[in-house]
Structures are given as C-alpha cells and as structure tokens.
C-alpha cells in the first residue's frame, strides 16, 4: 500500500500534462502511485496518458463521457490505494523534494493527521497562500479545528480550491467526502465540509504546489 495517491483529473491540458505528470515522477520519494483520469478529453492528452501505461506506478482511468472535474476526482478516490490524497490539476505541478517533506511529516505524526494544509504560488492573484499560515502566530499546538475556522473567517481566506490539502484516505470514506455533481466549484462545497471533519491538522511549510 502506497503511503501517498496523487489524483490528476485531465481534460484537455496536453500543453502542461507532461510537466504535471513528470513532477511527480520525478519526486525522490518513491512510496506513491498515480491515477490519471482522462475526462474525454479532445486535444491528444488521451494519448500522453497512454504513453504512461507501462509505468507500474501509474493507474489509467479513460472516462467515456465528459464528467466534470469533481467527478473525475470521485473515481480516482475509488481506485486509490494510498493512505493520504494528493489532487492535482493537470496544468499544475508539484515543486520537486515536496513529497519526500511530505512522508517524514507523515511519518513524524504517525500518520494520525487527517488533513495537511500547504502552500502554493499561483500566476494570477492572490499569486500564494502565505497570509494563510499566519494562523500559527495566533494558535498553539494541539490545534483545534474551530481555532482555524474563525481565522480563515478573519482573514476572509476563501475555501475555493482542494489542491493544497493533503488529505488521509479514511477521513474521506468514513465521512463520505465526495465530490458534488457540479462542473464549476466543486472545489468550494467540498473544503468547507473536510475543513468541519477533520480533527487534527498540520502545516507543511516548504514549497509544494504552482497553480496555473
């Protein structure tokens, strides 16, 4: 069983889908697997998924109809084996060392942290998420989940994208996280219920997640 499954929904992104995919293969930590679900995509990313077939560590689903994002993610849920969730947009990347800082804070906690929170820089506004993590100025260990609720209310922080949680496998299953039926913020119903679920979080600090 894989410590990690990263889920990259894919729908016409050939442009970026070799970056997003070789991010991750290319990470030193070797204890993760992939799931590529092509949402019938138009462009030729079906068949930069199918290059990809022989790699042991990656899973191909083809979706024979075009389902939406948020959908797309429900059946990378289902297949994976991993015990935390990565997602990961298929025009977006992982910066390189991030997974490996990622298993030893796993690993330090003994893998009894629901949720991981980290940091991201996009191109475009708010272009990073750093004001985010201002929380631990105000808050001391054990956190509490409704200390980081009343500051993402304070601070006006909008719960609008999944990609920079990390995300224990069995939170998701026991709570029945999935995503909605929606093809447009999808994201933003899904975070605010994880955010009310999760009992215990931690911060990853380095640099992990580009946003196009």
Not at 136 to 142: D, L, R
């Amino acid at each position: 069983m894989p410590l990690l499954s990263v889920i990259i929904p894919i729908y016409n992104t050939r442009k970026y889908l070799r970056n997003c995919i070789n991010s991750v293969l290319k990470q030193k930590c070797q204890n993760f697997e992939v799931i590529l679900i092509n949402d019938n995509s138009t462009d030729g990313s079906e068949e930069i998924c199918k290059s990809y077939a022989k790699n042991k560590k990656i899973k191909i689903i083809n979706n024979k109809k075009n389902l939406g994002v948020g959908l797309s993610r429900n059946k990378g849920i289902s297949i994976s084996s991993g015990k935390y969730l990565i997602f990961l947009d298929s025009d977006d990347f992982l910066y390189q060392g991030c997974l490996v800082g990622l298993e030893k804070l796993i690993t330090k906690n003994k893998e009894k942290i629901d949720v991981i929170i980290t940091k991201f820089l996009a191109e475009a506004p708010p272009y990073s998420n750093d004001y985010l993590f201002e929380f631990e100025n105000f808050f001391s260990k054990p956190y509490k989940t409704e200390d980081f609720i009343s500051h993402i209310n304070r601070i006006n922080y909008q719960t609008n994208v999944c990609w920079h949680y990390i995300i224990k496998k069995e939170l998701i299953t026991k709570n029945k996280l999935n995503f909605i039926n929606a093809k447009i913020n999808e994201d933003q119903e899904f975070v605010a219920r994880l955010l009310c679920t999760m009992k215990t979080f931690t911060f990853y600090k380095n640099k992990y997640y580009f946003h196009r």
